[in-house]
């Protein structure tokens, strides 16, 4: 995204939770249970389709 011109932090997430599942092979509460987990770890802030990464070395490791 940086490369791109845009922020490599931040973005709009275009696929809901139910095509993101779909796409990985997963349940949507698996997809939603994912972001939940990453926004308590303080890894992601996640507020409907924004999406800002917080820690980007955390969300490295996982």
Known sequence: M??????????????????IG???GLKIETVSRMFSR???????????KEVRIVDQAALESV
């Open 2 to 19: 940086k490369a791109r011109g845009y922020s490599p932090s931040q973005f709009v997430l275009r696929m809901t939770r139910e095509e």
């Open 22 to 24: 779909s796409y990985l």
């Open 38 to 48: 990453l926004h308590r770890l303080g890894v992601v802030d996640a507020r409907g």
